[in-house]
């Protein structure tokens, strides 16, 4: 079992972008049908991933969670960049989302491998 995290060079960027894609995209798709949703899903896309982490993948870890919750809370995040995106935005930029996140999705397999080896939160 390898006890620290892969080194990553584009995976981080790329997946920072992605969430930064959710938490606009995000409240700006359901800003028109529910204020409060708008609110709660940027609440839900910053908070969790904040308060929620594996032990080795953050210095800070608030609450600790093994590995496979990591990943869940990184899919929430990319699922709602590419759902979010295209209900709010022109297709183009739902297409381009959909690109960023394939790609985040690749740069992202090394680190989920290791999380996947992390063992419950103690």
Not at 62 to 73: D, E
Not at 90 to 113: D, M, N, Q, S
């Amino acid at each position: 079992m390898t006890s620290r995290p892969p080194e990553l060079r584009l995976g981080p960027p790329l997946r920072f972008a992605t969430e930064l894609v959710a938490w606009v995209a995000t409240p700006w798709a359901l800003w028109s049908h529910s204020v409060v949703l708008a609110i709660v899903s940027v609440v839900v896309l910053i908070g969790l991933p904040a308060v929620f982490s594996t032990p080795g993948d953050k210095a800070h870890v608030v609450i600790p969670v093994p590995g496979w919750a990591t990943i869940a809370l990184v899919l929430l995040q990319f699922a709602a960049a590419v759902a979010s995106s295209w209900a709010a935005w022109h297709p183009v930029a739902g297409a381009v989302v959909v690109v960023l996140v394939a790609a985040a999705v690749v740069t992202e397999a090394p680190r989920w491998r290791w999380l996947l080896t992390v063992g419950p939160a103690r």
